[in-house]
């Protein structure tokens, strides 16, 4: 059920414009822990797919929440990595419509286990300019901004925008020379640090519990690789739990069984 919030966030009061009004379906207590925004391209590479993975499963064993805006490409691997109960999504849209269509079992999921805030009120389509908007609200919430992937002169840029306007610190991943050329620039002016290891980046977070440690290779799995690439990274694994039933190899494609 939609529901309009009654009390600010002071996480937001670095906006522009506060929100005139905050509309929301699900765990309002998620705003009251560590929190990091995570954005990027609708098409990264499987180097960024992977270290996003990653990331931001080794920071949901911390309890730190990941913001991020629903969208295909880094957004969804950022949320199905922390799971549902761990993420917050910003929409770009009225909480009617649950956008992008692809992205819908993951967003009702969200819904019902994480939360999913929005500034537009039912009955608002996707439009344009409502991206921007979201963007700032989603870098706003968070108490440093992660940039996976990023072209030059992307919509995602606009997001560094954000951050640097709010004092955020940003961080990027290391990447090859011609590729996310963006944040290679941002590394170059000083604007943005590096993580070049994902544990001593969570370490300053919290510290994984043995007991918390993570099955890489399922996780790897809610990206939904394909199999020629889950193969060239896991390829025991991939034989061995196909045989337990864990996993399910359909159209290319690896997902996780959550059949019992």
Known sequence: M???????????????????????IGNLDLLQSKKISVVGSRKPNQY????????????SLVD??????????IDAI?????????TIMVAGT???????AVNKTLIQ????????LSQFEAGVASRKYNFPLRNELVVALGDALVVAYADENSGTMRSVEYALKMNKPIYVFPHRLGESKATTELVKQGLAKVIYDIDEFI???GTVKKDEKLDEFLEFCKTAPTY??????YASEVFEYELLGKIKIYNGKISINYCP
């Open 2 to 24: 939609i529901q309009t919030l009654d009390f600010q966030i002071d996480a937001l009061k670095g906006m522009k414009n506060y929100p005139e009004k905050l509309y929301y």
């Open 64 to 73: 730190v929440k990941i913001v991020s805006g629903g969208a295909i490409g």
């Open 228 to 233: 020629e690439e889950a193969i060239m990274k």
């Open 78 to 86: 950022a949320h199905k990595s922390a799971g549902a109960k761990n």
């Open 109 to 116: 999921d969200i819904e019902n286990n994480g939360l999913v």
């Open 48 to 59: 960024a797919r992977n270290l996003t993975q990653e990331l931001c499963s080794k920071l």
């Open 203 to 205: 370490a300053q977070y």
């Open 94 to 100: 009225g909480l009617d419509t649950r956008y992008p």
